[in-house]
C-alpha cells in the first residue's frame, strides 16, 4: 500500500466497528437513540422480506430534528449561506429556517394538505427549496423534489405518478446567466392534471409569468401566516419522500424512503463520514434534485446543525474558477462533489486552483461515479495539497445514505486513490457471482448488500412488483445492488461500473470503468466512456469515445498510442476496436455518463428512456464522429 495518502484525523473508534460486526441491527438502534423521538420503538427491525421496516411504533419527525433539536441550544446559529449564480447572498440562522419552515407549513396545512399527500417541489437552488422539503415533513407530507433541469415531460410523468396536489416552483431559475422560466414549464407540464389542486410561486428572477386560478404567490401565501407550527408527531415508518433515480441505466424509478430509520443512517453517516464539527463550513455541490441533496446538503447537515454553502449556479459560470472562489471566499473546510465535476476543474488547468486560497479545505468527498485513479491524485494534490483525506463515498437513491466510505470520524485507514475503501459500520457486503456464490479477493462480480439498513427505501412508489424485481428477484434475500465491484486482499471495495455495462470480451469479463480509467491516465485525455458491442467471434467488441484535455487535437498518432496505452495497461485483450474523439459525452444531468446510450448509437437504435439526458447535442455529436470514422474506413 503506498503510504503517501495516510492522512487521517485520527480518533479512532474501535468500539463502534465491533458492536457493528457483532450484531448490525442492535448497532443500529444504539444509533438512533442519536436522533429524537417523540415516542421510543418497540421493535428496531421488523424484516418480511424483502420488506424492512425500522423502529416500528416510534414517532418522530424530520424537521424537528433538523430544526428544533438545534435551534433549542443555538438558535443563531448560521444555517445557510446562499450564494446565487448572480453574486447575491442571503444568510440563514436555525432560528431563520425554523420560522420560514412553520410559516410554510401552516400555509400548506391551509391549502388542505394533509399526512401523507405528496407535494412536487420544482425550485432551484434557493433556500426556499430546503425550506419546502421541511415544510413537507414538519406536517407529515411526502415530498418528491424534481431537479430544476428537467422538461415539461419528465415533470409531468413524476407528477402524475406521484399524484401530487400540490406543485411549489418559482418564475425562473438562474442557469449560466440565462433564466430559465420554470413557471411556465409547470404550467406546461400540469395541463389537464386535475388531481393537482394548487401551484405556488416563488419570486426569484422577477421575470413575467402568467397566473391562473390555481396559482398562489408565495409571498402572498406564506407571508402573514404564524411562526410556530408543532411538528406533526409521525411513525418511524411514515413516508418522507419519494425521489425518481437519476436514469442512468433506464427509467427512473420512484424510490420511497420512510423516516425514522433513513434520519439515523444519514445522521450516523455524515458524522463518521464527514467527521463534522461546530467551526465547519461545508459545501456540497449536489443538487438537492438527486438523493446526495436530500441526505447531504439537507438532512444530514441540518442534523448536526452544521453550517453550510449553498450556491445556485453552474459551478464554472462565470468563469472556471467560480468553485475555488466559493471555498476561498467563505473558508469552506468540507467540499463534497462528484467525479465528473472534477474532470472538468482539472481539464481547465491547475493555474485556476492554484491561484486562490484553499488553505481551509480539511476533508474532500465524491460520490455519483467511480472516481479514475489519476482524478483521486489530482484532487488529493492539486485541491487537499496532500493534507486533506477524501471520502469516496458509494451509495444509490435507494439506500438512503452512504454505504461504503471511509469514516475519518471514527477511524484513520490508509486510502487507496480509486477504491470507495470499506462497508460503513452496520453494512455487510459481498461481491458474488452469477449463482450468488462470494467470488475470491480481486475477482470481479456483482454488488450485494446482505444485511438490512435503517435507510433502506421502504419500496418503489406504487409498485412493490418492480421493487422485488428489481432488487432482490437475483439472488435471495441479498440486496443486488447493479454495480460491478471486486474487494481487493486488504478488504477494499473497487466499483468497475454497472452490471449491464460489462464487457465479455473473449470469455473475459472487463468492468467500463477499469479500461475508462486507463484512458483516463493518459497525459492528453480528460475524460473517456466505453461500451461493447456484439461481435461473431470475440462475444463483444470495444468501443470507446475520448474527450481530449483543453487544447488538444485529435489525430491518427494520438489514437495508436491510446490503443497502445491500455493494450500495455491491461493487456490486448482490452485493445478497443473503434476508438472515438467527441467534445462530449452523453450524460444524465445529475452528471453521469449514460454508457446504454453510446451502446445503442453505436448499434444505430435509440431505445428506452433518454428524459435525463443533459444536452441531446452530444447524441447527435457522436453520431457525426461514427458517421465520420466509418466515411474514412470505406475511402
Ligand atoms: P438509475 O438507477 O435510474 O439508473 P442511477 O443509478 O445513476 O440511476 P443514483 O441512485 O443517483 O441513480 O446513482 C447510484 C449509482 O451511482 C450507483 O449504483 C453507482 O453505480 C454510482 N455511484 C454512486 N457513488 C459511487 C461511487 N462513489 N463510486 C462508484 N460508483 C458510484
Ligand atoms: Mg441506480
Redesign the pocket.
Known amino acids: 500500500m503506498d503510504s503517501s495518502y495516510d492522512v487521517g484525523l485520527g480518533n479512532y473508534d474501535s468500539i463502534i466497528r465491533n458492536v457493528a460486526n457483532k450484531d448490525s441491527i442492535k448497532f443500529w438502534e444504539s444509533q438512533a437513540h442519536n436522533i429524537h423521538w417523540f415516542e421510543k420503538w418497540h421493535t428496531a427491525l421488523e424484516w418480511n422480506p424483502p420488506f424492512a421496516r425500522w423502529f416500528v411504533g416510534g414517532k418522530t419527525n424530520a424537521a424537528y430534528n433538523a430544526l428544533d433539536v438545534i435551534t433549542q441550544k443555538k438558535p443563531d446559529k448560521k444555517a445557510i449561506i446562499w450564494e446565487g449564480e448572480n453574486g447575491e447572498e442571503r444568510i440563514l440562522t436555525y432560528a431563520d429556517l425554523l420560522q420560514e419552515v412553520s410559516k410554510l407549513a401552516n400555509a400548506l396545512k391551509k391549502l388542505g394538505v394533509k399526512k401523507g399527500d405528496r407535494v412536487t417541489i420544482y425550485l432551484p437552488m434557493v433556500p426556499e427549496l430546503i425550506i419546502s422539503l421541511l415544510a413537507c415533513a414538519r406536517i407529515g407530507a411526502i415530498h418528491t423534489v424534481i431537479f430544476s433541469g428537467f422538461s415539461a415531460k419528465s415533470i409531468r410523468d413524476r407528477i402524475d405518478d406521484s399524484k401530487s396536489k400540490i406543485v411549489i416552483t418559482a418564475d425562473g431559475g438562474r442557469r449560466r446567466g440565462t433564466v430559465i422560466k420554470l413557471k411556465d414549464i409547470v404550467d406546461d407540464a400540469i395541463k389537464n392534471l386535475d388531481f393537482v389542486e394548487h401551484v405556488i410561486i416563488l419570486e426569484h428572477t422577477h421575470n413575467d409569468v402568467k397566473f391562473t386560478n390555481k396559482d398562489k404567490r408565495w409571498d402572498e401565501l406564506v407571508g402573514p401566516m404564524d411562526v410556530c407550527c408543532e411538528s406533526e408527531m409521525l411513525d418511524s415508518t411514515h413516508p418522507l419522500y419519494i425521489l ?10 420512484g424510490v420511497l424512503h420512510g423516516t425514522g430509520g433513513y434520519l439515523t443512517h444519514v445522521f450516523s453517516t455524515f458524522k463518521w463520514i464527514f467527521d463534522i464539527k461546530d467551526s465547519d463550513v461545508y459545501f456540497c455541490t449536489a443538487d438537492i434534485g ?3 441533496g436530500h441526505s447531504y446538503v439537507v438532512y444530514g447537515p441540518l442534523m448536526h446543525g452544521a453550517t453550510q454553502v449553498i450556491y445556485e449556479g453552474s459551478l464554472d459560470y462565470p468563469t472556471p474558477a467560480r468553485i475555488w472562489n466559493l471555498v476561498s471566499k467563505y473558508g469552506i473546510t468540507i467540499l463534497y462533489t462528484t467525479p465528473t465535476a472534477l474532470r472538468m476543474f482539472m481539464k481547465n488547468g491547475d493555474d485556476i486552483p492554484n491561484s486562490n486560497n484553499l488553505s481551509s479545505l480539511r476533508l474532500l468527498g ?6 479514475n485513479p489519476k482524478v483521486w491524485k489530482w484532487y488529493f494534490e492539486t485541491i487537499g495539497k496532500k493534507r486533506c483525506p477524501i471520502v ?7 439506500t438512503g445514505g452512504a454505504i ?1 466510505s471511509t469514516v475519518p470520524g471514527l477511524e484513520t485507514i490508509p486510502l487507496k486513490p480509486g477504491s ?1 475503501a470499506k462497508p460503513v459500520p452496520g453494512i455487510h457486503l459481498s461481491v458474488v457471482d452469477d449463482n450468488g456464490n462470494k467470488v475470491k479477493s480481486d475477482s470481479k462480480g456483482y454488488l450485494v448488500i446482505e444485511n438490512q439498513w435503517p435507510g433502506m427505501l421502504l419500496t418503489l412508489w406504487g409498485d412493490d412488483e418492480k421493487y422485488k424485481a428489481v432488487y432482490w428477484s437475483k439472488y435471495k434475500n441479498k440486496y443486488y ?3 460491478y465491484a471486486m474487494m481487493d486482499t486488504d478488504g477494499y471495495m473497487w ?1 468497475l ?2 452490471a449491464d455495462d460489462v464487457l465479455k470480451v473473449a470469455g473475459h469479463r472487463l468492468g467500463t ?1 477499469e479500461l475508462e480509467s486507463t484512458l483516463v491516465s493518459h497525459k492528453s485525455v480528460a475524460e473517456a466512456a466505453v461500451c461493447g458491442v456484439p461481435h461473431e467471434v470475440k462475444g463483444e467488441s470495444i468501443i470507446a469515445f475520448v474527450v481530449l484535455k483543453s487544447g488538444l487535437l485529435s489525430d491518427a498518432q494520438l489514437k495508436e498510442d491510446l490503443i497502445q496505452h491500455i493494450r500495455k495497461t491491461i493487456g490486448p485483450i482490452a485493445t478497443p476496436d473503434k476508438l472515438y474523439f467527441v467534445e462530449k459525452l452523453p450524460k ?1 444531468r ?1 452528471g ?1 455518463i449514460m454508457r446504454r446510450l453510446l451502446k445503442a448509437i453505436t448499434q444505430n437504435e435509440i431505445t428506452g428512456d433518454v428524459s ?1 439526458i443533459e444536452d441531446e447535442a452530444s447524441i447527435d455529436e457522436i453520431k457525426k464522429a461514427i458517421a465520420e470514422l466509418s466515411q474514412t474506413l470505406k475511402s
Open positions: 425518481y433515480t437519476s436514469g442512468t441505466t433506464g427509467k427512473p424509478k438527486w438523493v446526495t465524491t460520490v455519483g461515479e467511480p472516481i469516496d463515498t458509494w451509495w444509490q437513491t435507494e461504503i470507495a445492488a447493479g454495480d466499483l461500473g454497472r470503468i444524465t445529475s453521469k435525463t
